[in-house]
């Protein structure tokens, strides 16, 4: 088990930068997500005014981060760039779809304790994304894995309340996917085929998900259901 508060002394890292934040006076704060140590706040100074560390500080970049824990701040002392992903920044809804990525890891993955499984999803939606996979299938399909993750993502095949299988679609409610009996007219109705769709986007295996979602694919079924998994961060707290 990785400390919240590392021993002093030089760490090499991979992973990737999650969020920056510029001061003037004291340069650049990095929230970096890395392998093993998870999410971290880490400081960047500027020297004599200058970022040293240029475009490797900007979020998205993912490489191999050397770092120097000192009595009081972990600081970034060099980073060799893997994957800048700035073939990403020619399509816009991809782009934002990614920072949209970003913000919600940043906000919800629990900092300084490892969590190498969301690091890996995190690099797999970028992959997606730079493969031109639907950005909002990409988005769903991370969205709801992180749930996952953190066990509070809704069943998309049982109904919450019952357990039946889902086999005629149901209703989207704050406390999960409901059959039609138990749903009582409640939330927002998911077709069986929609269903079929959403399950489609979160359990296939990243290659095949590349192929399968470059099909046409039913958008408003992605934007819609979206939505509905941005309520079950909020339940956790
Ligand atoms: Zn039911």
């Known amino acids: 088990m990785i400390p919240i508060r590392l021993p002093q002394g030089y760490y090499t890292k991979t992973g990737t930068v999650l969020l920056r934040r510029d001061s003037s006076r004291e340069g650049q704060s990095l929230l970096l997500f890395m392998r093993e140590f998870g999410p971290r706040w880490v400081s960047a ?3 004599t005014g200058k970022n040293r560390f240029g475009g490797s500080t900007e ?14 701040k972990l600081y970034l002392q060099g980073t060799e760039v ?6 990403l920044r020619s399509s816009p809804p991809a782009v934002l779809a990614a920072l949209r990525l970003y913000k919600l890891t940043a906000k919800e993955a629990p900092l300084n304790c490892e969590n190498d499984a969301a690091l890996r999803m995190l690099w797999s939606a970028l992959v997606q994304l730079r493969e031109k996979c639907q950005p909002y299938i990409v988005e769903f399909r991370y969205t709801w894995k992180l749930l996952n993750l953190m066990g509070i993502a809704p069943s998309l095949d049982l109904c919450a309340e019952c357990g039946e299988r889902l086999t005629d679609g149901g209703r989207f409610t704050q406390e999960g996917m409901r059959c039609r009996r138990c ?5 927002e109705p998911v ?6 769709e959403l ?7 990243h290659d095949k998900f590349i192929l399968w979602s470059r099909e046409t694919r039913e958008k408003d079924c992605y934007i819609k259901n979206l939505k509905k998994l941005s309520p079950y961060f909020s339940n956790m707290r």
């Open 45 to 47: 100074p500027s020297a």
């Open 59 to 72: 979020p998205m970049t993912w490489g191999e981060f050397s770092l120097y824990q000192s009595p009081s």
């Open 82 to 87: 893997k994957e800048d992903f700035l073939t």
């Open 183 to 187: 749903s009582q007219d409640r939330g």
């Open 191 to 196: 077709s069986a085929q929609e269903l079929a």
């Open 199 to 205: 399950k489609g986007a979160v359990s296939l295996p």
